[in-house]
């Protein structure tokens, strides 16, 4: 449990002593808050008209509206963090999604890669087997021609006979 710590304070030209949990840094900033308070309401022409009663009150009334505007800033700050945190959470999603479909691609760009790959191994073979039939055809065409000259030959040799 945290000390209790009693510091002595100046708060509108007199001494108290102020007691609490916090540290004796923050005490004194409090009071040096409310001094400041006081210096601001002694700025205004009224206020040594008013009686000590309705000074303390409208001390507090000033007090007050402080805290509650602050406290009012101090919400929409949390509702923008809230809405920031959001944000930054759904970005993380779409993050997320994108490097999704981005390992998608490459995985289909690799697969297909290797389709390139094999495809080009295959018209390499193909070339290969192509060259083969162009000499085949190229003797058989030889061949025939040889063929056709030899019927040739022996239909004028069987002509020539007749």
Avoid: P, W
Avoid at 12 to 36: M, P
Avoid at 144 to 160: F, G, P, V, W, Y
């Amino acid at each position: 449990m945290e000390d209790k710590h009693d510091v002595e304070v100046l708060i509108n030209g007199k001494r108290y002593t102020i007691c609490g949990f916090e540290s004796e840094d923050y005490l004194q900033k409090v009071a040096t808050y409310i001094n400041g308070k006081y210096t601001e309401f002694k700025k205004q022409d009224y206020y040594y008209s008013l009686d000590l009663d309705l000074r303390n009150i409208l001390l507090a009334i000033n007090i007050a509206d402080d805290y509650f505007k602050l406290k009012k800033e101090m919400e929409a700050l949390v509702r923008a963090n809230e809405r920031k945190d959001q944000m930054v959470l759904d970005m993380k999603h779409e993050v997320m999604e994108v490097q999704s479909k981005t390992d998608d691609v490459v995985s289909r760009k690799d697969e297909l890669k290797g389709q390139l790959s094999d495809a080009e191994k295959k018209i390499v073979e193909l070339n290969v087997k192509n060259e083969d039939n162009t000499s085949k055809v190229a003797s058989l065409e030889e061949q025939l021609a040889e063929a056709q000259k030899r019927i040739t030959d022996l239909e004028s040799r069987n002509r020539r006979k007749k």
